[in-house]
């Protein structure tokens, strides 16, 4: 189904896409779609007209989006009052509402402006491919733009281990984190002779600011199960796992929607397409625990155990999920498969890098003025995705470094900026592509508390299982507090040091073995501002609250005594006769000072 050529098989002309999911939803986007079928009824266009609430379109920053088909015309930071303008100038006069318009204002009369906003302009959807576009609760819409033919053209025309064949060509890698081949994955599962095996999509998506795996499956969950069919078919197993956050409850819901959609159509379930081959699948939640993303932990968690990784070997692929064979890939890897079949493995194998093919979906976050998700070929620089696509820094700010991996990331400075994102390029420079968070940070980041902050995070949620996670992030934790209160010593950054590549070296599962490398990495590129820190006392970006101190520039004080009346602990002394000056004793760090003096003459960390 192409929304261009015919845009509703019930023969409307008009198709309003709506994004339906957390991030507009949070904005008022379900508001506007009522408003939109208020004025559907109210202008008798129902039959002409149609409101479909869709996935992410990706451009969260300007949420709540909404599109208008077939002309492809995007409108964001809609309000529901928005609506009655819009129909009475777009949908009834033809002509485009350019106070709401996305992009660049000059591309208004063109029909297909889409690409042509900088936004999309330099991104290559692929596992986004229906996100936005189709209405992710009914089957025949995916259907329409080519779902499930992948599956019918595996089980027509393949043999299974043609199946691991093509995805072995294609070069299709993991895009959970580790990056693994997924066609080699799937043949260590296949060639091991068990009649009982399993595949697992993992869509524990834990990392702080990631939400990609989270817009698959609210935005287009045919894909992933589609997929898992695929996957199933190729290895030999009959069931299949979506292990879940149960804080995604579109998600689930949808999910739970598509699996039986699947199932009414003879997609899912015995005998399927009438070729003889059975595969059922279910969704199981996880309580919330990051370390259940770890495949072993994640395995334990679906047999009803705690959430605790195993060592390895034996590797999944031979003993895994009720010690079967069992291939677990993530949502993302799941979702380039089906295109992967239809356009053939040369097809994806022609994008990217030469050992990183096709595109990665990030999540796009933090100091960045379009924040949002985005789908970029392998290869594209950090430059491109933060100043072409993301649209710079925030009120002209200045770019200091990006958090690629999450937590288990590290971070690129400046200097890096024109390095291409692939797995090689980052885990060379002691980060790593991770599942796809790209936090970027601005001078007013302080490098020393943002290692804190993730080494906060893995402390609270290792499960304690081995002890170089379960002490080492602990105690790595404490020197970083320590320092961060202005108590540190040149001996604490040595400490780090030494505990962060032991536990690297030791610890059971991959969440310990990284834990470690946002500190790495900002002492190997921030080490100045940890010096600052240990040496100075002062946190050069004013983060650190025990080391920011406010001062008085008596030459640019007018003495009017706003900043004392203000004041809650009456640190500030002085009047009209004597010079102001702060008690740094007394002094709570509130900045309430330095918010209301309307002469900018109280100064931070002078």
């Not at 098989?9 to 339906?20: D, T």
């Not at 008022?28 to 208020?38: C, F, P, Q, R, T």
């Not at 692929?317 to 677990?328: D, H, N, Q, R």
């Not at 320590?482 to 690297?504: F, M, P, Q, S, Y």
Request: hydrophobic share 35%.
């Amino acid at each position: 189904m192409d929304r261009t050529e015919n845009p509703s098989p019930e023969g409307g002309k008009i198709h309003i896409l709506v994004c339906g999911v957390a991030g507009c939803a949070s904005s008022g986007s379900l508001k506007v779609a009522a408003a939109i079928e208020d004025e559907i009824k109210k202008n008798n266009l129902g039959a002409d007209v149609k409101v479909i609430k869709t996935g992410c379109f990706g451009l969260c920053a300007e949420g709540p989006i909404m599109m208008i088909c077939p002309e492809h015309v995007m409108y964001t930071k809609v309000a529901p009052e928005d609506v009655a303008e819009i129909f009475e100038n777009h949908i009834m006069g033809g002509k485009i509402v350019t106070r709401l318009l996305a992009g660049e204002k000059e591309y208004e009369e063109i029909e297909d402006r889409l690409p042509q906003i900088p936004f999309f302009a330099m991104q290559k959807r692929i596992a986004l491919n229906n996100c936005g576009i189709i209405d992710p609760e009914n089957i025949d819409e995916y259907i329409a733009l080519d779902g499930y033919q992948a599956l019918a053209k595996v089980l027509n025309e393949y043999e299974p281990d043609e199946v691991i064949d093509e995805i072995k060509k294609s070069g299709l890698r993991g895009r959970g984190g580790g990056g693994f081949p997924t066609g080699r994955k799937w043949e260590s599962s296949a060639v091991v002779q068990d009649h009982e095996k399993y595949v697992i999509c993992n869509a524990d998506e834990g990392d702080p600011g990631a939400f990609m795996d989270r817009s698959i499956l609210e935005g287009d969950p045919h894909s992933v199960i589609e997929a898992m069919i695929i996957n199933g078919y190729a290895v030999g197993a009959r069931q299949g796992y979506i292990y879940v956050r149960a804080e995604y409850p579109v998600a689930v819901k949808r999910l739970g929607v598509a699996i039986r959609q699947a199932e009414e159509y003879g997609l899912l379930g015995n005998n399927i397409l009438g070729k003889g081959f059975n595969f059922n699948l279910e969704v199981r939640l996880g309580a919330g625990a990051f370390v259940c993303g770890e495949g072993s932990a994640l395995m334990t968690s679906i047999e009803g155990k705690r959430g605790e990784p195993r060592p390895k070997p034996p590797r999944s692929a031979e003993k895994g999920l009720w010690k079967k064979p069992t291939v677990l890939n993530n949502v993302e890897t799941y979702a380039n498969i089906p295109q992967i079949i239809r356009k053939g493995a040369d097809w994806f194998n022609s994008i990217g890098t030469e050992k990183s093919k096709g595109t990665k979906v990030f999540a796009l976050g933090g100091k960045i003025n379009n924040i949002g998700l985005v789908e970029v070929p392998m290869g594209t620089t950090l430059r491109q995705i933060v100043y072409d696509i993301g649209g710079g820094i925030p009120d002209g700010g200045t770019f200091k470094a990006a958090q690629t991996g999450g937590p288990s990331g590290g971070c690129l400075p400046a200097e890096h900026l024109d390095t291409p994102i692939d797995y090689d390029s980052l885990t060379k420079l002691g980060s790593m592509m991770g599942s796809g968070g790209l936090i970027v940070m601005d001078e007013h980041t302080c490098m020393v508390d943002l290692a804190r902050f993730f080494l906060d995070f893995t402390v609270d949620e290792s499960c304690g299982k081995c002890p170089p996670c379960r002490i080492g992030t602990k105690r790595m934790h404490e020197i970083l507090v320590r320092i961060t209160e202005g108590k540190g010593t040149l001996e604490d950054l040595d400490k780090l040091e030494v505990l962060a590549r032991n536990i690297k070296a030791s610890a059971l599962c991959g969440l310990g073995q990284s834990a470690p490398n946002p500190v790495l990495s900002t002492l190997k590129y921030f080490r100045d501002e940890y010096i600052a820190h240990v040496v100075d006392k002062k946190c050069p970006a004013g983060v650190c609250v025990s080391m920011i101190k406010y001062k008085i520039d008596t030459d640019v004080c007018k003495r009017c005594g706003i900043c004392k009346k203000g004041c809650p602990t009456q640190c500030i002394s002085g009047d009209k006769n004597t010079p102001f000056a702060i008690d740094q004793d007394k002094c709570v760090k509130c900045g309430l000072c330095m918010e209301k003096c309307p002469f900018k003459a109280i100064l931070k960390n002078a």
